[in-house]
């Protein structure tokens, strides 16, 4: 990508090595988005690939990694679902790239459907500077199969240690863009209503309509990769000076 570098990483969290890739632009120190993938996706995630190339434009830095079990991360993926441990992978990438001397501040997390469940429930407990969700759940009873659901999402709807509610942390979130599909097959629509209802200011809801949960359509990903930018870097330029 132009003007950036792509540097591979590796952290530990919860007694596995985990690993990711840093889109590093040509600037000193730049603030930084963790982005955290889908349930059975990992770190290459194409949307999480063509925000990194918009961020590194816009001189911010992207780090994008696999949670535990998936990709190129150690550990089992069953073992890795519950929200709390997958919250547990991002404060501990974040640990990592604050200790670097070629990252600034932290700007903000990205998260994809159960990423960005993950990436809410980090900012209902610590200061996120800046949040962006894409088709992100409340609570796991209202995620929905259609079909017969493969063996790990159906222990997702149905183990006990895999359930989770997000709405009592909602209202401590705040500075958030959400993106749903008005027709997701998976998340209903109405989790996005309620996300942007109790959280606090600054806050944006884009709707995709006849949006998948995939956001397969390219019109969509377009105005996402755009509006996510702009989030970010918005929210870069409020950051206190180094």
């Not at 001397?101 to 469940?117: E, V």
């Not at 884009?206 to 397969?216: L, Q, T, V, W, Y």
């Amino acid at each position: 990508m132009t003007g950036s570098r792509i540097i591979d990483l590796s952290f530990d969290s919860g007694g596995f090595r985990l690993h990711g890739v840093l889109h590093l632009p040509d600037r000193a120190a730049p603030p930084f988005v963790i982005g955290s993938h889908g349930l059975l996706a990992d770190a290459d995630s194409p949307k999480q690939v063509r925000l990194a190339g918009a961020l590194s434009e816009k001189k911010i830095a992207y780090f994008r990694f696999s949670h535990r079990g998936c990709g190129k991360s150690q550990g089992d993926l069953l073992h890795g679902m519950p929200l709390a441990r997958r919250a547990e992978d991002i404060v501990n990438a974040l640990k990592m790239l604050a200790e670097r001397i070629d990252t600034g501040p932290f700007l903000g997390l990205f998260g994809s459907s159960m990423g960005g469940a993950a990436s809410l429930h980090v900012a209902a407990t610590r200061f996120v500077p800046a949040l962006v969700t894409v088709a992100a759940p409340v609570r796991s009873r209202e995620i929905t199969a259609t079909g017969p659901p493969d063996p790990l999402t159906a222990a997702l709807l149905k183990e006990e240690s895999l359930r989770f509610d997000l709405s009592a942390g909602l209202s401590r979130i705040r500075n958030i863009l959400l993106f749903h599909g008005d027709d997701d097959e998976i998340v209903p629509f109405s989790n996005a209503l309620e996300i942007e209802k109790r959280a606090a200011p600054p806050k944006r809801l884009i709707r995709f309509e006849g949006g998948d949960h995939r956001m397969s359509d390219p019109k969509h990903q377009a105005v996402f990769v755009r509006e996510a930018a702009r989030w970010f870097e918005t929210a870069a330029e409020a950051l206190p000076p180094p």
